[in-house]
């Protein structure tokens, strides 16, 4: 019974979580403006990366964990270097 609600708790978290997906995608691509789309950018990879948590606990496999890390590093650093670009017109002094 418990591996059911688990299992039918984990579907519901996928499907939402693409939904979420889905509508940051739009938010990136429809943006009318820049800090929209960094933002839609930043919620993007947000959900990419629970999305292969709800994966890899669903799979029992460590590796889905390694990229959700690497995703969430890759993606913090993007969305700070994007948005000092906004600020400052320029990512390095």
Not at 13 to 18: C, E, I, N
């Given at each position: 019974?418990a ?9 519901l ?6 939904a979420?997906?889905?509508i940051?995608?739009?938010r ?9 789309r960094?933002?839609?950018l930043?919620?993007?990879y ?12 669903r799979?029992?496999?460590t ?24 600020m400052?017109g320029?990512?390095?002094?």
């Open positions: 019974m591996a059911q609600i688990l299992d039918g708790a984990l579907v978290a996928q499907v939402l979580l693409a979420a997906m889905a940051a995608a739009y990136l691509v429809r943006g009318p403006r820049a800090q929209d960094i933002l839609g930043d919620t993007f947000v959900n990419a990366m629970l999305l292969l948590v709800v994966l890899g606990i799979s029992g496999t590796l889905y964990f390694e990229a959700a890390l690497i995703i969430g590093m890759l993606g913090f650093v993007g969305t700070v270097a994007f948005a000092k670009f906004l400052r320029e990512v390095i002094e």
